[in-house]
Nanobody, 126 residues
């Protein structure tokens, strides 16, 4: 049984930082693309960050580029999202997702991801 469990969310002031963690189990972690999405109230779930097919390249939504960093530790089956210079518009539930194999070329598309975590709330106050 595949499980993705996010942690690290919370309330932070604008300009602050948070680090989200996603612990994966029940899958061959190193063979999956891992990504992060978020969903704000009343909005669609949107892409935040993910690894490329090779696992070495990273991709980010324009809205978070330069502020967020995705990383992974295959030995610990964990993917992280370091979020710096947080803004009120970053407030959302953040979801970890796993894609593949075979890994899709469409890394920003929700439908290609096979497994999702339950989400962790991030609230940024102004």
């Amino acid at each position: 049984q595949v499980q993705l469990v996010e942690s690290g969310g919370g309330l932070v002031q604008a300009g602050g930082s948070l680090r989200l963690s996603c612990a994966a189990s029940g899958l061959s972690f190193s063979t999956y693309r891992m990504g992060w999405f978020r969903q704000a109230p009343g909005k669609e779930r949107e892409f935040v960050a993910a690894f490329g097919r090779s696992g070495s390249s990273t991709f980010y939504a324009d809205s978070v580029k330069g502020r967020f960093t995705i990383s992974r530790d295959n030995a610990k089956n964990t993917v992280l999202l370091q979020m710096n210079i947080l803004k009120p518009e970053d407030t959302a539930v953040y979801y970890c997702a796993a894609d593949g194999p075979p890994i899709s070329a469409l890394l920003t598309r929700k439908s290609v991801y096979d497994y999702w975590g339950q989400g962790t709330q991030v609230t940024v106050s102004s």
